[in-house]
């Protein structure tokens, strides 16, 4: 047992740091430590770089576009990601939908899909969230009829994050009644250009634009379209929610992109003359979190050496998440107090705002969804007590 | 010992239910911040009408001298429904602020009659929350005062027509009267999460006027803030009170796996932690109300460990109902995620949790 890299791995991490060096503009900062996505144009731009170098795909096997890296050089990626203020890979193509396609999906599938993830020429949205269907997944009611070529989709989703941006969606749709729920379930590939889709936004606290409702009026899409067996997209769809935890791994490893916001807030800011940071009551606090973030790196460094030994992981992804979210919200809330009274000023009514507003506020507003999507914490919970604990 | 209303402050909490009801229904949220100048208008208006303006002016003054139990029957309704006004800041703080000079009786007219609004300047660039924290200069003698700093933040300043700030004479801290549109003062504004619009100056050789004797204001200011303080502590007892009734619906009605989610016991536990962290905000309001005739260093006790532990139950309930909610609750469309945010900024308005546990230990150090 040994937290050490081998010299090809300090060789790799040298190369990744430079890489990121000249890739990462600097007024990206801010917002990527608030733990905000950044615009679509600059994620595509950051995707592009990636794929130019090769890296466009980390998680991927060789023979669908990925570098073949390891684990532990996965974690030197996106810890030097990390430590050099990038965004993290937009996941929804990447981490949700691809691995489905290279798993469940028809060659023909693959060769039309894959590439246009890696270089950004694609965008993907997740049609998964039913206004009635949101922890209850298994409960959704968008239908899929067989009509000669093509399956005619009608129904409404919720939740369809960057669907106003989106070229493609995936959705799960019912193809058949069945007595159980999760049967009859089937995921389709869907053009967003498509006739019959409309996309209403949904208003957010933290007055970001990101997720909508999507509503499917007869839907055309080609039978070819559909992946893997028609009424078996309930167990692909498990598979996709199991990587969205996973997800969070590489969240979580930019966790300390957010300590490094708080603190340089708590620099900036004084208090009867003395910096923030140099108070106890706040170096406290944020010693209190940096020694959780540290707990917190380590579990996932150790769900990372069971992927590479292929030991299943059990709900460690699901604690991960709950760690991760607990600590994004604290941090948040933490840079909030940073601000000090500044913090209630959100948006100059003319001219301009505080230098690190709003980023900082809008992280601490945008972090409360962190614990509610990709399966909420109370699920989560749920999830550790049935597969950890036995109860 | 007594924790009821008088029939008089029953009907005040009635009539800003009524307000809060016919002008700003939890219903569609978003529908009225579209129509944010005029219905804060209406709402100043009949707040004028009501009296209310007029209330927690001093009869001394030429108000109604209405208690801090009076306002808070009023700031709970202000709360359960949300209403963005800068009620407390004109019409609480200010008041004692300027309370008993003449040279302020026809700021005290325009403020009780709803024709002029004035907010207080009283937290500088690297002074935190500390209200001893001057470092803007005041110059002159008698009537004749120039002032020049900084103020960084001004609670519900954005639309004042008068500002209240402390400056520092060679006597010390002290209040001065300067018009919002004096030669010198540069005001800039800003709309926060929970649509209240604040303001921060910039002072470059104002005209001012002194109010109160010179050197002598601290005690004053921090009297003044423990009332506003008191009211916003009602404020987010009544939107603890409504987001917590809300939640409560939607576990009622709201269905997963086929059955009400309230029927899951992690979520009444929930529940029922957030019933009790509005217990205990409510008892500590008016704890802190009831305290507020104390003599300082009781008070500025009584007063900060309010303000303490209801900011934490508040943003607790605040962000249980969000949680509890899920996505909805995190939609703006909902009044949910309003309710965390009023809560969210009532926590650091007049001093976050960490500025007040300090005062509650400190206070002969940290006062005047």
Sequence with gaps: MDLDFTPAELAFRDEVRAFFAKTVPAEWLTRVRAGLRLEPAELIAYQKALAAKGWGAPTWPVEYGGPGWTPAQNYIFESESARAGAPIQFHQGLELIGPIIFTYGSQELKDRYLPGIINADDWWCQGYSEPGAGSDLASLRTTAVRDGDHYVLNGQKMWTSYAQVASHMFVLARTSQEPKRQQGISLLLVDMKTPGIAIRKIETMDEKYTTNEVFLDDVRVPVTNLVGTEGKGWEYGKVLLDRERMVCSATAIHLPQVLDGVRDAARARKIGGVPLIETPAFAAQLAQLEIEAMALETMVLRLLADLASGADSGPRGSMVKLRWSDLYQRATALWMDALGPEAAHFRALEGEGPADMPYGMQGALYSRVTSIYGGSSEIQHNIIARRALGL | ?368
């Design chain 2, 1 to 368: 010992m007594n924790f009821e209303y008088s029939d008089e402050q029953r009907m005040l909490a009635d009539s800003a239910n009524r307000l809060g009801a016919d002008l700003w229904p939890s219903s569609d949220r978003l529908k009225l911040l579209e129509r944010f100048d005029d219905l804060t208008a209406r709402t100043a208006a009949q707040m004028a009408e009501l009296g209310w303006l007029m209330l927690p002016i001093a009869e001394d003054d030429g108000g109604l001298g209405g208690s801090a139990v009076d306002v808070m029957a009023i700031m709970e309704g202000v709360g359960r429904h949300l209403i963005p006004t800068s009620y407390v800041a004109n019409a609480v703080l200010v008041p004692a602020l300027v309370s008993g000079d003449p040279a302020a009786a026809d700021l005290l007219a325009a403020i009780g009659e709803g024709s002029a609004k004035a907010a207080a300047g009283l937290l500088e660039p690297d002074g935190g929350y500390d209200l001893g924290w001057v470092e803007c200069a005041a110059t002159g003698s008698g009537t004749e005062w120039t002032l020049t700093g900084e103020k960084l933040h001004v609670e519900d300043g954005a639309d004042a027509d008068w500002f209240v700030v402390t400056a520092k004479t060679d006597a010390g801290i002290s209040l001065f009267l300067v018009r919002a549109d004096a030669p010198g003062l540069t005001v800039s504004r800003f709309r926060a999460i929970d649509q209240h619009r604040h303001a921060r100056l910039k002072l470059d050789g104002v005209t001012a006027v002194l109010i109160g004797e010179a050197g002598a204001a601290l005690p004053k200011v921090e009297l003044a803030v423990d009332k506003a303080i008191c009211a916003h502590l009602a404020e987010a007892v009544g939107s603890m009170e409504a987001a917590l009734a809300a939640t409560l619906d939607y576990l009622r009605t709201r269905k997963q796996f086929g059955v009400a989610i309230g029927s899951f016991q992690s979520l009444q536990h929930r529940a029922v932690d957030m019933g009790i962290a509005l217990e205990e905000a409510r008892s500590m309001s008016y704890r802190a109300t009831l305290s507020l005739g104390l003599p300082a260093a009781e008070r500025r006790r009584v007063v900060s460990a309010a303000k303490a532990r209801v900011g934490q139950c508040g943003l607790y309930v605040g962000r249980q109902a969000v949680q509890l909610h899920g996505g909805v609750g995190f939609s703006d469309e909902l009044i949910i995620s309003h309710h965390l945010k009023r809560q969210m900024m009532l926590d650091c308005a007049y001093g976050s949790v960490e500025h007040h546990v300090a005062r509650f230990v400190a206070p002969q150090v940290l006062g005047a």
